[in-house]
């Protein structure tokens, strides 16, 4: 155990770990709920803290000597090194201050250890005073979230949902060729082919993914060198551009400075920006994956028009039952992140005056919803999307006997005529075919072409 100091006094803190006073403090204030931030924000904030360390140096601000020791050490956070040295709960002290002082003595720690001094003697290499150089917690940490939440769009989302459209609209060829009875307010409509019905999935999906990327490039802009309030207070000339330039290069990200520091430190908008974004792309895999579910409901006496790949028994006590599983579970997903965007948009809208102190909720919410977004959807795709079946037979069978096939003819003998056709095939059972050619409607030659599926399926602007 060593003993280390800060304003309030001292602690106890054990040896072999590299953080410190503060950190314990957290540890110790906030046992809520076991929930830590994912490895990406320390990650991101390593980078911060090179990058601060480099433009100090540069700048004349830093000794050299000490400066390069605590960018080594924060481009071992960064490596991800340290991971297991970030032990502060999601539920915290406001702005993220624990968590950024967690950062800070692990990095000076490990400096000090770069230096073969021990850990805790701060009066050589400080927390505050060296590696929080011209750096504050309200623009250290929503810069780190930034680029957490970037990382994690770039290297998981956007691969993730790009495979799933790309699965849809593989689906989209594979059944062009499949007719089947269109459904509006969950009755029969006209007839529609499945790979039309796969390839609207495959759209909603671009579109999705195109509001993200949107959103996404409105984080890029960073308050970085705001310090306190936007101010810049204690910050060396030149500092802002020097460091946003280092932590462009560093993260491999388009960062750039904010234009208004103030403002972007007041503000939390953008995330709630990208949230609503990632709420939407939510809701459309919630609607396409009850779709999903209800087509391939049955398999006797559901709809059974596609069969989903059986990933593993669906009962507990009835043998040979399969459930949709990985439907349910994207259904599960999209719903988190509804929940998420809530708490997002609450905590947005929670900032007062030159600073919103709910970032720590923030970051939890943001972060999570891309992970499981792009975990849903690259398993949504793999293991459900790429094995769906259409039952040929069944699609055939529905389309060719669906009342609804009289829309078709509606504009030759007029809809109230047409509607009476429906009654009395819903009445009788005869096909539309059979009821129209006994009334004399329509020739038989033009009524084939009238109800041709094929052609009740094209567009005129095709």
Known sequence: MRVERDSLGEKIVPDQVYWGIQTQRAIENFPISGTVHPAELPRAMGAVKAAA????????ALDPK?????????REVLEGRFDDQFPVDVFQAGAGTSSHMNTNEVIANRALELAGEP????????????????????DVFPTALRIAALWLL???????VQRLREAF?????????????GRTHMQDAVPIRMGQEFGGYAEALARALQAIRSAAHELERVNLGATAVGTGINT???????????LARLTHLSLRRAQNLVEITQSAADFSRISSALRLLGLELVRISNDLRLLSSGPRTGLAEIRLPAVQPGSSIMPGKVNPSIAEMVDMVGFQVVGNDLVIALAVQAGQLELNVMLPVIAHNLLQSIRILASASRVFAERCVEGIEADRTITKKYAESSEALVTALSPRIG??????????????????REIVLDR???PAEELDKLLDPHAMTGSNEQ
């Open 53 to 60: 360390a480099e433009a100090n140096i540069q700048l004349g």
């Open 66 to 74: 000490t400066g390069k020791l605590i960018v080594r050490a924060s």
């Open 119 to 138: 850990k805790g003697s701060y009066e050589k290499i400080s927390p505050n005073d060296h590696v929080n150089m011209s750096q504050s917690t309200n």
């Open 154 to 160: 770039e290297r998981e989302l956007y691969p993730a």
């Open 169 to 181: 609209e593989a689906k989209a060829r594979e059944f062009d060729d499949v007719l089947k009875v």
């Open 236 to 246: 060396p000339d030149g500092y802002q551009t020097a460091v946003v330039k280092r």
């Open 415 to 432: 809809y109230l005529t047409a509607a009476s056709v429906a009654k009395e095939s819903a009445a009788t059972g005869r096909s539309v």
């Open 440 to 442: 004399g409607l329509i």
